[in-house]
């Protein structure tokens, strides 16, 4: 493991406590991607990728990539479990989308940035009702990682799962007003079975 990718778990830990799960992903032409599944005393279940920050990413317009000026992040999930909602078995089956969505950078030359959709080409999960995720603005969950100049610090994302009205809706009126509109109505983004917001009136 990179000294930054070592950072990295270091700050996880601080952050979320100590995984008590993890799983590594490896895509043809990529470096291995893990998933860490963090879990706290309620019903409340973290995954975050690490490996995704090894290396900068870089715009598909760059004529060269630079091996360490660019964006760096890391992905995180916050799903609440209990209820009518998936077991953890199923939740589980998360940690290949959102490695597939931390190499995308490295396969596809993707920056993955603040008020971006990311389609997953399928559900979050078997049977979820979410097939996209917004990404929203870091610094809450898991404070940025200063890294030594030049590299610019690591932030972790987190990933709000979207139905397929909401991310319809989201590519017209933007990222800011769907999340006015979950705030309005009081949505539960970590409900793995909740409804999509009212998106009239």
Not at 63 to 86: H, Q
Not at 130 to 147: H, I, N, Q, T, Y
Request: hydrophobic share 45%.
């Amino acid at each position: 493991m990179s000294d930054v990718l070592q950072l990295v778990e270091a700050r996880l830990i601080t952050a979320l406590g100590e995984p008590d799960a993890r799983a590594a992903v490896t895509f043809v032409g990529t470096d291995r991607i893990e998933v860490l599944r963090f879990r706290d005393e309620s019903d409340v279940i973290r995954y975050a990728t690490l490996g995704m920050s090894d290396h900068p990413m870089t715009s598909p317009t760059a004529a060269v990539a630079d091996p360490l000026r660019g964006p760096r992040a890391e992905l995180v999930l916050t799903v609440r479990t209990g209820g009518s909602g998936p077991d953890l078995s199923v939740l589980d089956e998360v940690l290949r989308p959102l490695a597939v969505l931390a190499a995308s950078p490295q396969v596809e030359g993707v920056v993955v940035t603040p008020g971006a959709s990311l389609d997953l080409g399928g559900p979050l999960w078997p049977g979820a009702p979410f097939s996209s995720v917004l990404v929203a603005e870091p610094g809450g969950l898991v404070e940025d990682l200063e890294l030594l100049e030049p590299l610019e610090p690591v932030r972790f994302l987190p990933m709000l799962p979207m139905t397929t009205n909401e991310a319809a809706w989201k590519r017209v009126h933007g990222a800011g007003a769907l999340q006015d509109r979950w705030l309005r109505h009081g949505t539960d983004l970590r409900d793995p079975v909740r409804t999509g917001v009212p998106l009239s009136g």
